[in-house]
């Protein structure tokens, strides 16, 4: 049986990584809205249900250093003009494994569906749930290949606070499994909140998104 990029995440979560050999892997989209390209260190994974041949030729056809051929841009836009998909920008993807106890911020759930939070993470994520306290939002759901990923939402009068970091930390708290987090890399101010609260940095991901 082949590779699954469920298996992969799971793996790395452990902290067991893919061979630094300079390869690349291709494995099948986990599901028919995620497809993309995550890179560890001297090994990339890209995750689409295309040819694996025009995936390697297109890579080799590239004048760039081979260990940066899978987020180099003209890859990327290949991929993308191939696929028809949609793409933000490329993130640090860190990984936070459960943690014992109760958070220690009040956190109340949020049940509206239409909450803003809630409506904008079903876009890209399933079995959402958010919770909110004073000042910002947490919110967890199922995105790429069944991984339950987290994010949150500190309002502007509650920065510099380390109200991010303590609702980062809950999240590691509320969850059963490894909670992934995908972060712009110059958001430093997000990354380092992650990183205080114990997530550790796997590797980068650039997702493309259906239309």
Sequence with gaps: MGQTLRGILDAAARGDFPP???RTTVVA??????AGVM???AHSVVFTDEDPDWVHDTLRGLDCDPLAATMNPLFLAALLTRTGRTTECVDAVLVGTPLP????????????????????????RDDVRAWTTDGGVLVTGRGVAGRLE??????????????????????RQLAGEPLWAQVAPGNARSVRAFQAAGYRQVGAEALLRAR
């Design 39 to 41: 890179s560890f260190t």
């Design 150 to 171: 987290v994010s949150v939402e500190v309002d502007e009068e509650a920065r510099h606070s380390g109200l991010g970091r303590e609702l980062v930390r809950a999240a």
């Design 101 to 124: 106890g109760e958070p220690a911020l009040p956190l109340k759930e949020i049940a509206d569906p239409g909450h803003p939070r809630i409506a904008y993470a079903r876009l890209r």
């Design 20 to 22: 630094p050999d300079g």
């Design 29 to 34: 989209q986990p599901s028919p809205r995620d």
